[in-house]
Structure formats: structure tokens, C-alpha cells
């Protein structure tokens, strides 16, 4: 009787074993999916951004200027090559929401957020830009939320800032630069 008892046992602490192993299994092949579509999205806002990047050509720095000195002397290539690198880093902060809101925070969204208005948002291309795409602009609405806060706390005067920057660092550059 003794063995049988201990046979019985055997078996449930087997059993419980099995069952066990399969929730494991269960669990790494839901993490390897999540893990797989995490990669899939990343890589496809990379492409796409990349894309836009290409777009822009391989010299997009006159058009940047133009933008910010003289917004009214914008060309129509000056504006595809604008709208092209904006929209690259419009997907490059999807990218970092998407990814955020999966589990796999590669970079805070509130910095995110941050960066594309000091990065971006300094010139009047770049604010009609924003004005102008609710759709894409829609696809990260955390980071949406968040620039829109940042303008509105800048105000309107300080939209600008860019190129105050931009300005001062060219001084500086202009004032080191031998005569």
C-alpha cells in the first residue's frame, strides 16, 4: 500500500511538473511574439522614416536654412525635402510611443516629445507642418498631447527658439572664425 501511495504521488508531483513546464513554455512564446512584434514595428517605422529620409536628398541643409531665415523664399523642393525630414521624425517618435506603450521603453516619451519640438518645431514650415497632419499627427497621441502642451506653454512668441539658437550659434561660430 505504501508504494502505491507513493506511486500516486509520484504521478500528481509529475503531473504538476508537466503542467508547469507548459506554462513556461506558454509564457516565453508569448513574450518571443510580443518581442517579435515589437521588432516588426520598430523596423518598419526605421524603413519608413528612412524613406522620408531619402526623399529629402543628401543635402537638405539650404532648405533647413531657408526655413529658418526666410521662410517666405521657400521653393517647392525646399518644401518636399521639409516635409520629408519632418515626417521622418514624426515616425521616429511613433516609434518610440508605439514601442513605449508594448512594454519596451527605448526612450521616455515625454523627452521624445521634447526633442521634437526643439529639434523641429522652430520654424514656420515645421508649425504649419504640425497645424496640418491631425492624421499622422493622431497615430502618437501621448507625444501628440505632450508637443501640443509644450507649444502652448512656449506660447507663440517662443516658437522660435530654433532659430534664436541657430542665430546665436552662428555668432559664435562667425565671432571664432579667423578674419
Not at 531619402?54 to 521639409?82: C, F, K, M, W
Not at 497632419?133 to 516658437?159: C, F, H, K, M
Amino acid at each position: 500500500m505504501d508504494s502505491s501511495k507513493l506511486g500516486n504521488w509520484l504521478q500528481i508531483v509529475g503531473n504538476l511538473g508537466l503542467i508547469a513546464g507548459l506554462v513556461l513554455v506558454a509564457v516565453q512564446i508569448n513574450q518571443n511574439t510580443e518581442m517579435t512584434r515589437a521588432q516588426m514595428l520598430s523596423e518598419g517605422m526605421i524603413t519608413a522614416a528612412n524613406n522620408h529620409y531619402a526623399r529629402a536628398g543628401e543635402n537638405p541643409a539650404s532648405a533647413i536654412a531657408r526655413a529658418q531665415t526666410n521662410p517666405d523664399q521657400l521653393t517647392h523642393e525646399d518644401l518636399v525635402v521639409l516635409d520629408a525630414l519632418v515626417t521622418a521624425e514624426w515616425l521616429r517618435a511613433i516609434r518610440v510611443e508605439s514601442l513605449s506603450s508594448m512594454g519596451f521603453e527605448i526612450f521616455a516619451v515625454e523627452r521624445s516629445s521634447e526633442l521634437f519640438v526643439d529639434q523641429q518645431l522652430g520654424n514656420p514650415f515645421t508649425i504649419a507642418w504640425w497645424e496640418s497632419n491631425p492624421n499622422l499627427v493622431a497615430n502618437a497621441p501621448v507625444t501628440r498631447d505632450l508637443v501640443d502642451q509644450i507649444l502652448v506653454e512656449l506660447g507663440t512668441e517662443s516658437r522660435h527658439q530654433q532659430y534664436r539658437r541657430l542665430d546665436s550659434i552662428r555668432k559664435a561660430i562667425a565671432t571664432a572664425a579667423p578674419q
